[in-house]
Structures are given as C-alpha cells and as structure tokens.
C-alpha cells in the first residue's frame, strides 16, 4: 500500500483506460519503490523503459478517445503528453550516461506531475465527457 494505489474513485469513466492508468500507477510504483531502494543501474533502466514504452501506448489510446468524444481540452491534453515524454526521456537520457542523481528528480516527477497532476488532475477533467459518451451508447445499446 502506498500512496501510488489506484482507487475507483479515480475512473475516468471508462473501463479500458482506468485499467491503464492502474497499470502506470502500478509501474510508477515499482520504479519508485527501485529508486527508493538503489537497485542496481540495469534493473532501473528496464523499468524506466517499460514505463516509457506503456505509456506512449497508453497516451495514443487516450487521445484516440478525447477525439471520439470531441473533447474540447485535446490539444492541451496532447501537449501536456508531449512534454511529458520528452521529460522522461531527458531523465532517461542522464541515467543512460551514469547520472544517478537523477533519480531523485524521476521519483518526484512521477508521483507529483505525473500521478498526482496529470492522472487525478488534468485526465480527470476528460472523465465527464467519457461518461457522457460512453454510458448514452450503452444505454442507447439496452434500448435496442
Ligand atoms: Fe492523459
């Protein structure tokens, strides 16, 4: 148990991307918890990789979605996810080059921008016009 425990609470109304976010708050979890315990470099660097790798996917499939739902925050979603990745991969770049300082500012980053700002703060701001979307369908479907 930590403070990374995903919650439904935090759904976003839609069943595909809360098990995605539960899945990054999962990886986000192990790779804090490596930090925290200085694993050796490599185990650190693969976990740093999955995150990456799961979350360009994830992010792709988000975006597929807000642009089903004409969601009118896209564009800035996108940007925030951009920005993002390129902030990753910049901490990814300085652990490639030994730089283990950098860690510190990995964990921060992630539990606070990431979890904390993005996915309970700005993903939330999506979560009504999922709920919108998605529960008309379903109900339109138990009409038919
Ligand atoms: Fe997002």
Redesign the pocket.
Known sequence: MGLSDWSPKYTVNHPVMDEHHHALFKLIDRLSEAIFEKKENEFIGELLNSLIEYTKM??AA?EKLMLQVNYPGLLQ?KE??EKMVAQVQEYQRRFKEGDRTVTAEISQFLMTDWLVK??LG??EL?APYFKKAFSDAKDQNAKK
Do not use: L, R, V
């Open positions: 994830h992010f988000e979603h925030a996810h993005h996915i700005m993903d999506y």
